[in-house]
């Protein structure tokens, strides 16, 4: 007969290089202790204290420790080990701020995220929400203003999880965490996996690693700057997806790009709010020939793509598509207008007010 027993999980194999000193227990007990009276799905403080198992039984229990071997495996050394970028070289989230457009432009900023990944979830969630996300008041009335925010923290936030839940961790290759003035680019080593695909997404999910995902599930962690219990996670790319897209066109950033084309990453563009660049600094890339042309048709008034195309004399979508609309969107010069249907065949395009600004102090008067 075939054998039709299902390759174990790389997070669950036992990594043999690894001593059980590597592994930070203190770690796992704080985290279970912490966790318990908050989440449902962990035993209670009670029961934590009457279990007389060893630690390392305990670990072996939830896939953490390879008795076997007297090893840790994979899932314990990223969740509780000391240093598991030692053993798992591409275990740790890189992310750069950028000056302008590309690759090539002027770095603001580097940090480099590593260690135990609960240690890491709590950096990264203090980091996106204090350094990351901006906010610039807007008066809406003489007595009451506003806050516009670059990002929805809830859905980059979001999108990090999934990241470092579905990566590839036999990858050496880190989470790319690359901040644009005009877009976030979050790419993870591990195209969708088992039975999602580009033409199912988001609506069929697998996991790659559902060890680590059944932890992050269960214990959960605390976002101290907030003193907000944030779990369990959407672990299902349907749901998480789904909550990041309402989370990005409530803050004005459009729809995220998810990117399946190059085939041993997952890679997802996030652009800025046109809401938060309509009331902070002006343009200062330069707008190209193209999006200034495209600009002063829609400042006589909304059109839709085909209306645009005809226009301009442009018969070929992709060209109009790329060198036209996908610029013009990423500068936060033009929206759709129905955001929250891509694809609708009513859909149309409008100037953002930064456009107008744009147009009224750099166009118009010359």
């Known amino acids: 007969m075939p054998n039709t027993q299902q390759p174990q999980p790389f997070a669950a194999m036992e990594a043999n290089v690894v001593n059980s000193s590597e592994v930070a227990l203190s770690t796992f007990v704080l985290g279970r202790r912490f966790c318990a009276p908050k989440s449902p799905n962990v035993a209670s403080s009670e029961s934590l204290k009457a279990d007389n198992r060893t630690i390392v039984q305990k670990l072996a229990s939830l896939r ?4 076997r071997y007297n090893c840790p495996t994979h899932a314990g050394v990223l969740l509780f080990g000391k240093s598991p970028e030692f053993f798992l070289f591409g275990a740790y989230v890189q992310y ?6 590309t690759l090539g432009s002027e770095i ?3 940090l480099k995220f590593s260690g135990d990944l609960f240690s890491v979830l709590l950096k990264l969630d203090t980091f996106i929400e204090t350094s990351l996300i901006k906010r610039h008041p807007v008066p809406v009335t003489v007595l009451r203003e506003e806050t516009v925010k670059n990002y929805s ?3 980059i936030r979001e999108l990090m999880m999934n990241a470092i839940m579905h990566r590839d961790y036999e990858s050496n290759t880190p989470i790319r965490f690359y901040e644009y003035s005009n877009r976030i680019e979050l790419m993870n080593p591990g195209n969708l996996y088992g039975n999602a695909r580009p033409e199912n997404f988001p609506n069929v999910n697998d996991y790659r690693n559902p060890v680590i995902a059944e932890a992050l599930k269960i214990l959960g962690y ?6 907000l219990f944030l779990a369990p996670l959407s672990l299902r790319f349907s749901r998480g997806v789904t909550r990041v897209k309402e989370e990005l066109l409530e803050n004005g950033n459009g729809s995220a790009l998810f990117d399946f084309s190059k085939l041993t990453v997952f890679e997802v563009t996030v652009p800025i709010s046109a809401h938060y660049l309509a009331f902070t600094d002006p343009v200062t890339d330069p707008v190209a020939d193209p999006v200034i042309q495209l600009l002063k048709l829609l400042a006589q ?8 195309r005809a226009r ?3 018969k070929h979508r992709a060209t109009f598509r790329d060198n036209y609309i996908h610029p013009a969107i990423s500068l936060g010069l033009i929206v759709q207008t129905i955001p929250e249907k891509p ?18 102090e750099n166009v118009i008067k010359n």
């Open 222 to 227: 605390v976002n101290s700057k907030v003193s």
């Open 301 to 308: 008034g909304e059109l839709s793509s085909s209306e645009m």
């Open 64 to 67: 953490f420790f390879d008795v």
């Open 312 to 314: 301009l004399g442009i």
């Open 153 to 155: 923290f809830c859905a």
């Open 343 to 360: 694809n609708s065949r009513l859909q149309k395009y409008k100037l953002t007010e930064r456009a107008r600004k744009y147009l009224s």
């Open 96 to 101: 750069v701020s950028f000056k302008g457009l």
């Open 108 to 110: 603001n900023n580097e």
